[in-house]
């Protein structure tokens, strides 16, 4: 990056905190909203946040916006851009992944490997604590949703339209996962809790939070450790065409069982330390390391036209993975005199490793050959650091300025390495199948957010993100470099109406970006298997998205009603694209295409049938339309799909609590076929034994239902793969809280007042 593109941005980041030593030498009365209709606030940046968590910040008075819960939680809360689920009462959460969390999340779908999607958008965003997360990007996320314990959460934020102050990289949207507090209240010292749960097939898990307090300084942390293995069968059928008539050359059928064990752990440190009264300095150490041993058996078979067998063999062999975290925040906030008047500095640091190896033996049937060996090991490793300083100020008018920079660099390595011979020991290295990686990209963010009410039912909120973004990638091994540089503006709106005292109106915009990962854009051919080989496409340009909403929001006693209106328009969207590169071997690499539409309604309920017996339930509906022309392959597509979820919480007494969920995924457009639909059903229940003491039962995917499969259909081959992941699973458990003086204590609603929040 130039010198000249970095001045303007660095000047004005330097201004901040003369901004704010100016700010604070004027006079700003509070924030004003009308007792009528409370404007709304919409949700703190990174780095703007109170340093105190955020489940204890739900629990401090509203300033804009936001209606005051007292005594109770609100199971679902709203802001003028998010809007956030409570974790308190799913019972999966309890025992399962965060990846179980995220299913009976509105609008989010998981699928069985663990790819995270909003509104049928996998490029997805997710923060923790409105932060980003090492563990949580990259190479590692998926299999990361799937071993990371969900029960350190209290709430999961859903924001499609979020402000200015957020990077706008994610063209779905934005997860934030606010983890619970874990600092003792005001009269206690110190405070803990113990959970261990035991499931079928060799699954447990174990963890254990605390906290202490002693005078200024706070330390709090968790611990937990899990074993999940997992049994996968996969079935492929392709067949070969011929390009001139469409008529049947081969037809090649794959059978593999793939089980492995799989087993993580995961930590976190933090400490907390009130420098003076206004200012207060917080740190933080975490880290985490999942790993997993596994078998592969298969059979190859390819037949011709006729039905007879032209090629069979066997491949089996064992598989072994690692991916490990490591990170540190340092967080300084300084609060000015003003109620939400602060200033905020913060640095982070990430380091990802990634490990993943292989050893095939193939045994050749029709026509015999000597059996063939082959290992495949690959090495990656990506570091993260990054600074925001941020700051916000209210204003005269009842309204809230926010002013911030932010600095990310991300330096991802691979090193790949693949062997082959007629025996373990003989296998040497194939040189055009192994590889070495490297890239560096750093984005350079500026932003500024408005927001003050219009009149007493009216508000409104504007922003602008300026973002200089730089990607370098280079092939060691071919020698082929590229770069991508671009300075790009991002704006976002927001209005808010107050129909009424239960009734509320919300509009909103945002253009979102969606870069390519260093990895897509690697020009390398990796090899999976005798049928496939994937690469990146050094030519993939970024996907940017204008997105449009509107909202209707009614709550009223313990009844909650939202249904949302949604355009997203896709210039350039990402897609993977599989061409035939010879005799029915597959090259799969990320393309773009020329647009793609998504437009839907999305409705959410949340009240009760009875005075034990409350529901949760979403229902969305979408039309999707792709222009795929320019893909190979590829045609104009479009089609109308549905996904919902329902969850029933039954509470017959005080002290037990039973919850019935389930959730249903549609199918889904790709440029060259469609991702079939799937399905899950859970069951839970939780006793309550003592003030301390809790059992828990939880089962996961009872009927054992939720699958994958994949069609193409193209003129060279169509293809049906399946994945049937038994993801079925049982648990019983024990939580035992612990600590002196006033403990806070999990989230859960009452069946005996009104629910309110905002």
Not at 94 to 111: E, Q
Not at 429 to 442: C, D, H, K, Y
Not at 504 to 518: E, K, M, V
Not at 605 to 625: C, D, I, K, M
């Amino acid at each position: 990056m130039s010198n000249i593109k970095l001045i303007p941005l660095i000047g004005v980041a330097l201004t901040l905190p003369a901004g704010a030593a100016y700010a604070q030498s004027q006079p700003t009365p509070p924030p004003a909203a009308s007792p009528q209709s409370p404007q709304p606030t919409p949700q703190q940046p990174p780095a703007q946040q109170p340093s105190t968590p955020a489940a204890q910040q739900d629990e401090a008075p509203a300033t804009v916006g936001d209606v005051v819960v007292v005594g109770q939680a609100s199971e679902v809360r709203t802001s003028i851009d998010s809007v956030s689920y409570s974790l308190a009462n799913d019972l999966q959460a309890t025992t399962g992944s965060l990846a179980d969390a995220l299913r009976n999340v509105p609008s989010v779908d998981v699928d069985p490997q663990g790819a995270v999607s909003l509104r049928g958008d996998s490029n997805v965003t997710i923060l923790v604590d409105g932060r980003p997360s090492g563990v949580l990007s990259g190479e590692g996320r998926a299999q990361a949703l799937l071993q990371l314990p969900a029960d350190r959460y209290a709430r999961i934020e859903v924001m499609t339209n979020p402000s200015a102050a957020y990077s706008p990289e994610g063209s779905g949207g934005v997860i934030n996962l606010i983890t619970k507090p874990t600092a003792p209240r005001a009269g206690s010292t110190s405070t803990g809790s113990v959970r261990a749960n035991i499931g079928d097939g060799g699954r447990w898990n174990v963890g254990v939070s605390g906290s202490r307090q002693d005078g200024p300084l706070t330390l709090s942390g968790d611990l937990s450790y899990r074993v999940d293995p997992i049994s996968i069968e996969f079935l492929r059928q392709r067949d070969q065409l011929d390009p001139a008539t469409g008529a049947l050359i081969t037809s090649t059928d794959v059978a593999q069982q793939i089980d492995q064990d799989q087993n993580g752990g995961v930590g976190r440190l933090t400490a907390e330390y009130r420098l003076t009264e206004k200012t207060q300095l917080t740190a933080e150490v975490r880290g985490n390391r999942i790993d997993g041993d596994g078998y592969v058996d298969g059979l190859f078979e390819t037949r011709d036209v006729g039905g007879a067998l032209v090629t069979a063999y066997e491949r089996s062999g064992d598989t072994r993975f690692n991916f490990s975290n490591i990170g540190a925040t340092a967080r300084i906030v300084h609060r000015f005199d003003d109620a939400g008047h602060e200033w905020s500095n913060e640095l982070r640091f990430d380091r990802n490793d990634n490990e993943n190896s292989s050893l095939s033996a193939t045994d050749y049937i029709t026509p015999e050959a000597a059996d063939l060996y082959e290992i495949n090991a690959i090495e990656g490793r990506q570091t993260t650091r990054g600074f925001t300083s941020a700051y916000v100020r209210p204003t005269a008018d009842g309204g809230r300025v926010r002013a911030g920079y932010e600095l990310t660099d991300l330096q991802p390595e691979q090193d790949s390495v693949f062997r082959r011979g007629a025996s373990e020991g003989a296998a040497g290295i194939v040189p055009e199948l192994s590889n070495r990686f490297e890239a560096r990209q750093t984005v350079h963010a500026l932003y500024g957010t408005w927001e003050r009410p219009l009149t007493s039912k009216l508000s409104a909120q504007g922003g602008l993100r300026l973002e200089q973004a730089e990607i370098e990638i280079d092939d060691l091994t071919s020698g082929v470099s590229a770069d991508q540089d671009y300075l790009r503006l991002y704006p976002t709106a927001h209005l808010q109406y107050q129909l009424s005292e239960a009734q509320t109106l919300r509009a909103s915009y945002s253009r979102r970006i969606q870069r390519p990962q260093p990895q897509q854009l690697n020009p390398f051919v990796f090899y999976q298997d005798p049928l496939n080989r994937r690469s990146g496409n050094p030519d993939l340009e970024p996907q940017e998205t204008d997105s449009f909403e509107a909202m209707w929001q009614l709550r009223r006693g313990q009844t909650f009603y939202q249904a949302t209106a949604y355009l997203r328009d896709t210039n350039g969207a990402f897609t993977e694209v599989a061409t035939d590169i010879s005799g029915g071997v597959l090259l799969t690499r990320p393309e773009n295409l020329g647009s793609r539409r998504d437009t839907g309604i999305e409705v959410t309920a949340n009240g009760r049938l009875h005075p034990t017996l409350r529901y949760n339930a979403s229902v969305n509906l979408f039309q999707q339309e792709i222009d795929a022309i320019g893909i190979p392959g590829g045609e104009d597509r479009e089609g109308t799909f549905a996904a919902g979820r329902l969850s029933l919480n039954w509470q017959p007494t005080p002290d037990d609590f039973v919850q019935l969920s389930g959730f249903w995924q549609g199918e889904q457009l790709l440029a060259q076929g469609t991702r079939e639909a799937g399905g899950m059903l859970n069951l839970g229940y939780r006793r309550k034994l003592s003030e301390s003491l809790s059992f828990q039962f939880t089962g996961r995917d009872i009927l054992n239902s939720f699958n994958s499969a994949t069609v193409f259909e193209t003129p060279l081959f169509r293809e049906r793969s399946e994945q049937n992941v038994r993801l079925r699973a049982f648990y019983v458990g024990l939580t035992w809280t612990l600590g002196s003086g006033p403990r806070r204590q999990p989230e859960q609603f009452d069946f005996s007042g009104p629910q309110s929040g905002g």
